[in-house]
């Protein structure tokens, strides 16, 4: 089962406590494929600039990634700079340049129209509608998105809503989308809108699955060392939906060991500064890390007599 996404390719300059980088590859499409690729292929539509380190992206190739979907176009490619708190709770976006990703208009090959398995970046929601046009039958549609959208394309933003099965955003945007401050009823104002199935993306603390039936929640590994939680949504993402296509199975118990795959591969993610902690995860390394959490939220519910 083809699993697709469309999203940006960045360049990232990061700082934190604990170091930095420049001109690191990054963007959603990026972490979303890195991570996924190491449980099921990806295909990847996106743009970048003349000046790509293209060698990054020839490596994500190497372990599977499909790049056909990949345009270069003349100029300078997305740039972003952000600077992280001691916590790496919160983060100061310096700097953002577009670059050919102002004027990216996604077109799909005629192999990726077949996709099944299809996963919308955080792209304006105008865009994210006309892939939805490009795609022919997919068997689950998930999307993301950002409060840049949320205010000035909302009318948009929720229209899409009606063609989708999983809104995936973190917890301040479910909060100024519905304009609740209570996540579990903001989760329930999503569903109202079309959705069949919200993920709401908590950091530190986690993630939550709610449809209209149950409410799941899979907490954050418990990390020593954290670096860079740049990325770590869309690595989460590309667990989720990765786990998702390679087992078609879209059942609940199913759903819910995709949220354990995801945090997973989220955890990965962020011990390393960009997509360098995802570069050398094997299969064996994932499904240990999904073991780990199962003994971390296993309990009895009853003492035996």
């Not at 170091?19 to 499409?29: I, L, M």
């Not at 345009?71 to 340049?97: C, I, M, V």
């Not at 973190?170 to 959705?195: H, K, T």
């Amino acid at each position: 089962m083809s699993l697709l996404v469309v999203g940006s390719i960045a360049l990232d300059s990061v700082y934190t406590p604990f170091g930095e980088t420049a001109d690191a590859p990054g963007g959603s499409a990026v972490f979303f494929s890195a991570a996924g690729v190491i449980l099921h292929p990806v295909q990847v539509v996106g743009v970048v600039g003349t000046d790509y380190p293209l060698g990054a992206l020839k490596a994500l190739e190497a372990r599977g990634v499909d790049l056909s979907g990949v345009e270069q176009a003349p100029g300078e490619s997305f740039r972003w700079k952000a600077k992280y708190s001691y916590d790496l709770a919160s983060r100061e976006t310096l700097e953002t340049r577009l670059g050919v990703f102002a004027d990216f208009r996604p077109k799909l090959p005629p192999k990726f129209r077949d996709a099944r398995y299809l996963f919308l970046g955080n792209i304006d929601p105008e865009l994210q509608l006309g892939v939805l046009d490009q795609v022919k039958q997919p068997a689950l549609v998930a999307c993301d998105t950002m409060n840049y959208w949320i205010h000035s394309k909302r009318d948009l933003l929720l229209e899409l809503l009606r063609h989708i099965d999983i809104l995936m955003i973190n917890d301040s945007e479910a909060r100024e989308l519905s304009g609740d401050w209570n996540i579990y009823r903001a989760a329930r104002w999503v569903l109202e809108r079309g959705p069949r199935m919200t993920v709401i993306k908590q950091g530190e603390h986690g993630a939550l699955l709610v449809n209209r039936d149950t409410t799941f929640k899979v907490p954050a590994y418990p990390l020593q060392e954290v670096f860079d939680p740049t990325g770590a949504g869309d690595a989460f993402a590309g667990g989720f939906m990765a786990y998702l296509a390679s087992t078609k199975d879209l059942a609940e118990p199913n759903l819910r060991r995709a949220m354990v795959y995801g945090a997973a591969l989220g955890s990965f993610a962020v011990e390393a500064f960009g997509v360098q902690g995802l570069e050398h995860v094997t299969l064996a390394e994932v499904r240990a890390r999904v073991r780990a959490f199962k003994e971390l939220v296993h309990f009895e519910a009853d003492a035996p007599p």
